[in-house]
């Protein structure tokens, strides 16, 4: 535990336990502490920061087999400034007039079902950029044709998201989708935030794939843009124009570097049997207690992670997923569930984000707030009361 050297109770914030995954409202991950000491040591320092997103996009490109990457200040803000370069090439009049894209191709196919909010809409990233979102198919059926149908000549570039906020069935796999828009010379783009496969994407096709440094590489804030060295370096031309708004820092340029250098080392199987091991005292624990249902289950789009699938029966277990997940939320210390399929009557445990030791934590506050729900002691809530609390919440920010 870290509790010696926790500086959150003295900033007043509350020592909350993420079983929810790497979430940007949670702080994203663990910074691993090579990162940590890399950005602490580059903090005093000028660099000449061409210089330094030079060396990044070598590291990038050997970490993900690409011609070149950039880090950004984030996935979102990689997918704004990759479709950014796709119009405006290195025309540097062109990345100044931005939004405005007066004169430039500017349209960018997506499939419908791709079409998911990551915390913001995936679509307001490419609108960002001054394009056009063009559905493509409908939520839960697209084919080629449809979005061969979709491209002419004002497509600038075509995008594919990869994630478990997707539609996870009749979508165009990436291989045809690249195929489509490589027959058509559009570049396509793939947003891979939160996927731990460095290389595949580019293998399956993609142009440029974009990820998050601050999910599963336990960097800092920070996006990595791969692909084709023209369309990267048209992205990276941006921050001469609208990547001005969405700067990175030395630190997080220098952080990015060395968590990729730290995935590279890490012993991948040590972190999954240590994983392995939470998901297994939890679903022991948990199916001792009444009206819960514990299953370990995979992640939904292949990465090698697993999660604890926890259905609750409210006639048995004195209350509904939701409230088991905020009164888990409210207790001591807070336990942050993934909670974002509540309504079906289940919550995940993510193990992904765990100090040592906060696995026998979790356990316990979810017996003893189940004890307390089976004595009627958890408020019962409807799911609309739910959704209506939260969104009062967000809406009286900073009160
Ligand atoms: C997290 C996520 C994003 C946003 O990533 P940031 O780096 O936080 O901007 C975009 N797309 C998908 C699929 C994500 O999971």
Redesign the pocket.
């Given at each position: 535990m870290l509790s010696n050297s926790d500086p959150r109770p003295a900033e007043g914030l509350r020592t909350i336990i993420n079983v929810s995954g790497?979430m940007?409202g949670l702080g994203?991950s663990i910074v691993v502490p090579q990162a940590v000491e890399a950005v602490a040591a580059f903090l005093p320092h000028f660099v000449e920061i061409g210089d330094l997103h030079r060396k990044a996009s070598a590291e990038i490109a050997a970490a993900c087999g690409s011609e070149a990457g950039f880090v950004t200040?984030?996935?979102?803000?990689?997918?704004t400034l990759s479709i950014a370069g796709a119009m405006t090439g290195t025309d540097l009049c062109a990345i100044e007039r931005l939004p405005d894209a007066t004169g430039l191709k500017h349209e960018v196919p997506i499939q419908v079902g791709h079409m998911?909010h990551?915390?913001?809409p995936?679509e307001q990233?490419i609108r960002l950029a001054g394009a056009r979102p063009v559905p493509v198919g409908t939520s839960t059926k697209s084919e080629p044709y449809q979005l061969a149908g979709a491209i002419n000549e004002r497509t600038a570039a075509a995008i594919y998201?990869?994630?478990?906020?997707?539609v996870d069935y009749g979508q165009i796999p990436l291989e045809s989708f690249a195929e489509v828009c490589r027959a058509k010379g559009v570049p396509v783009i793939v947003?891979?935030?939160?996927?731990y496969d460095l290389k595949g994407f580019l293998a399956k096709g993609a142009d440029v794939v974009?990820?998050?440094?601050?999910?599963f590489l336990g960097g800092p804030?920070?996006?990595i843009v791969a692909g084709r060295k023209d369309l990267v370096r048209a992205a990276y031309l941006q921050n001469n124009g609208i990547g001005r708004g969405m700067k990175v820092g030395k630190e997080s340029v220098i952080g990015t570097m060395v968590a990729l250098r730290a995935w590279a080392a890490r012993d991948h199987a040590a972190v999954r049997r240590r994983e392995v091991g939470a998901l297994m005292l939890w679903r022991e624990r948990l199916s001792r207690v009444p009206g819960l249902v514990a299953t370990i289950v995979p992640d939904p789009t292949d990465n090698p992670l697993d999660r604890l699938e926890v259905r609750v029966d409210p006639a048995a277990a004195g209350c509904a997923a939701w409230d088991l997940a905020d009164a888990l939320a409210a207790g001591d210390p807070p336990v942050i569930v993934r909670d974002h399929e509540v309504e079906r009557g289940l919550f995940f445990l993510d193990p992904c984000n765990l100090h040592p030791g906060q696995e026998a934590v979790v356990a316990n506050r979810i017996e003893e707030t189940c004890r307390r729900a089976a004595d009627g002691g958890v408020a019962r809530t409807t799911l609309a009361e739910r959704k209506a609390r939260r969104l009062a919440g967000l809406l009286a920010w900073p009160d």
């Open positions: 790497t940007t994203a200040a984030c996935a979102a803000a990689g997918i998911c990551y915390g913001a995936v990233s998201v990869v994630s478990h906020h997707v947003d891979a935030a939160s996927e974009v990820y998050s440094a601050h999910k804030t920070a996006g």
